[in-house]
């Protein structure tokens, strides 16, 4: 089941963040999926619809996008596509949001976010990314099911820079921890290895590419 809006008055992204919604700009779309999972395997559902956004992004507009754990699509280094997913009894609701025709941000988004059209110079048909979205879901959902999460993460994996190599910085409730990724674990959460050797696993939080400095 597909729910699909114009736009939204009332989105929000994790951690209830306000989402920026155009009328007739994006592609606001929630689909339920009816998966018989753990709640632990919710991470691993959420890196499938990256993976499959990605696709779908790539197959409809032909903008390679780059995938930032755990839920961000971004094209040229900038968000163009969010994934929240939430578990209801036996079902996944996850909500998706692409920026697709908007030709400008506020302000305060404008260094951060980005559209399909403004990376690729040409409008994008909504309708037929939603077909390819919904498609490339199925798809991804029955390599899960069929395969199992390992399939999803080793997906994921070679979709994203960020997952393994990449010095970032992830925002924490307790602080910011700075450190190279490892790829992720069994769960599809986030390894982190800090300056002083120790190895996290990241559960939450938001990353970006830490600053170099320079002498």
């Known amino acids: ?20 919604s155009v009328k007739g700009d994006g592609l ?17 559902v959420t890196l499938a619809l990256g993976v499959a956004t990605a696709e779908a992004i790539a197959h409809t ?12 699509v971004l094209a040229g280094g900038k968000k163009c596509a969010g994934i929240l997913t939430e578990l209801h009894g036996r079902a996944v609701v996850a909500g998706i949001g ?18 399909l059209r403004l990376a690729s ?9 939603l077909e390819a979205l919904l498609r490339h879901i199925g798809e991804a959902v029955s390599l899960f099911e069929e395969q199992g999460p390992e399939a999803v993460l080793r997906l ?3 979709a994203s820079s960020y997952a393994r190599g990449k010095r970032v910085v992830v925002e924490l409730p307790e602080g910011e921890v700075e450190g190279v990724t ?12 800090r300056d002083n050797g120790e190895r996290i696993t990241i559960l939450a939080g938001g990353v970006r590419p830490a600053r170099t400095s320079c002498s």
């Open 28 to 44: 606001y779309v929630s689909v339920v999926l009816r998966l018989a999972i753990e709640p632990a395997q919710l991470p691993a």
């Open 156 to 158: 994921f994996e070679n």
């Open 1 to 20: 089941t597909a729910v699909v809006a114009d736009e939204q008055t009332a989105g929000h992204g994790r951690y209830g963040r306000p989402w920026h």
């Open 182 to 193: 490892e790829g992720l674990d069994r769960s599809g959460f986030l390894l982190l290895r």
């Open 61 to 72: 507009a032909g903008v390679v996008c780059d995938l930032r754990w755990p839920n961000d």
């Open 98 to 115: 692409v920026n697709c025709n908007h030709q400008s941000f506020p302000d305060d988004l404008k260094e951060i976010a980005t559209s």
């Open 121 to 129: 110079g040409k409008a994008v048909d909504r309708e037929a990314l």
